[in-house]
Each structure stands twice: as C-alpha cells, then as structure tokens.
C-alpha cells in the first residue's frame, strides 16, 4: 500500500469518526416519541409532538390543561385551541380566540387572513368555506368617496378605521382591486358563519367566524425519515437532513473499527514485505561478494582469470 492511500485512509477515517460523534450525540438525547394523549384526544402521534419533546414533531401539542388542548404550527407562533383531529383526512379543526374577541367588539384593524404557515417540512392550508372581502381604511377617519367599484357590493362600517366590502354571495369571486385603491384596501379570507345574517348585520360574528378547519401535508422526505425512526432537521443550508436513525451510531462505529482493523494488517503486511525485501537484498549482495572474494588457500577464478594458491605457485616453481 503506497503512502498515498494511507492518506485517503486517514481522511476518510476522520470523515467517519466525526459522523460518530455527531450520531452520537443525537442519540443521547434519549427521544421518546411515543404516541400521547392530551386533554380528550386519547392518541395524538405525527407531525404532532407534546411541547415536552418538540424534537418528535413538526407542530407542538400542550396539553397541560386538560379541557382545552392547543396547538402550535409552528415555533413561536399563535397557539390555537384544537376541536378535532382527523388524520384520514389529515385535517385539524383548530378555533382562534383573539379573531373571536376581535368580531365580538368589531375591531377590524386587526382582521387578516389565516397565516398558512408551518414548519419547514409541514405545509398547512384552510380547507373551511371562506367569505372573502376588502378591509379598505379610512382616510383621517372618512369613508372613502363612493366608488363605482363597490356599487355591486354590500358593507359593513361598524369599525373604527376600515370600512368592509364583501358580495352577498360567498363563493363569487373578488375582483382585482384598482391601482388607487391597492395602497388603502386588501383582501382578507375568513370563515364563513354558520348563521345566515339575514336582512340586518350587527356585529361581525353574523358575517365571519373563528373556526378554522386546517389541512396539513408532510414532506416526502420527512415521510421516509420518520418511518425510519429518524428525525426531520435542517442542514446549514437550510435542506433536510434525517438524524436520529436508529442503529446509525453503531453502524458507523463497525465502519470505523472495520477500517482501522483494516489499515492495522495492511501496515504491518507492509512492514513484512519490506522487511522481506531489505533482506533478501543483503543476501544476494552478501552472495555476490562471496563469489567475487577469491581464496587464496583453495584458488578460484576471477572474471575468467585463473588464480592459484600459495602452494600451487611453490610446486609450480620447484617444477
């Protein structure tokens, strides 16, 4: 094994090493995702998570008191008293007190539409039939001069600061607003009240309401994690990323010991083959010059030159 792979082995050692720790750490945060009542719901489970282990959900569930549970979408955000959960449906029937205090005194400065937001791998949506219609301001206090294009609609002026146009019939569509009016009027979508107001509107609870009902949808991927036992996080790039997996720390430490085992018989076969090598070499150099080194007792040949030894060169000359 060159110098090079060892290189590549280290570095990918290192890689692993880190992907331990970080598993590690994670699942010393001992997850207890279970499925748990709260209040009157026997069984609440995904994306729902008790705010005493956020980390199992994608929306908070409190239930600590017992007749009114609630419901977060996402991390601080307004909490909603939930009715009923289907999940068949994936719907959530949830009632906004503050829009409900805001009818009933006819404060309109801050009627808006449902925020549609939930985390980053929950989507939420109003499935409820809506009555939409235009908050449009007072300017210093006055209605706006009539305008042909409100002579279609009915109002209501029992707010303060805003006058509100909206069509008798709830599913006729809005139409867009004229660019003078786009800086002093906006569209809000509300519940439509069950009750019908009849010939007289007195408050806004005859018009709108406060129960909404919600549609949820869970990303793809945070799907597959969570059926793995993972968890649904977020990288520093803002992408998913699954922890949490269950058996990923002890996957990754085999990993690691199986390559340290590995590179430990790789070095030392190493070590062998060089040790080997270096020797063989100093014996056939130790061979080499033993052929080389003539003996002057028994006599050899040097390079094909005969060389005769002490006794043979004495007979030679008494010959």
Known sequence: MCFEQYVLLLLLLSFLSQLVLNSAQESKQGRNCSNFSCGWFEEVRFP??????????????????????????????????????????????????????????????????????????????????????FKCKRDEGHPLPPSEFFKDFSSYSGCKNHDLYFYDDYKKSLPHLPTYMSNSCSVVRLPLAPNDYGNGIHELTTLWDAKFTIRWKVDRDCWHCHSKGGQCL????????????????TGLSGIFVTCMVFI???????????????TGLISRSMSLDSSLKPDPEKGSTYFQTPIFTYKELQSHQHS
């Open 264 to 278: 430990f018989f790789a070095y030392r076969r190493h070590k062998r083959n060089k040790l080997a090598a270096s």
């Open 48 to 133: 729902f998570s008790n705010v005493d282990n956020p980390e199992c959900g994608l929306s908070f569930m409190n239930c600590t008191e017992p007749d009114q549970p609630r419901v977060q979408f996402h991390e601080n955000g307004q909490w909603y008293s939930v009715n009923y959960i289907e999940y068949s449906s994936q719907t959530i029937s949830i009632h906004d007190q503050n829009l409900q205090n805001d009818l009933k005194s006819n404060r309109c400065d801050s009627l808006d539409s449902f925020p549609e937001k939930g985390s980053p791998f929950l989507s939420i949506s109003v499935t409820e039939e809506t009555r939409p219609f």
């Open 234 to 249: 977020s990288n520093q790039n803002g992408g998913f990323r699954c922890g949490n997996l269950k058996g990923l720390a």
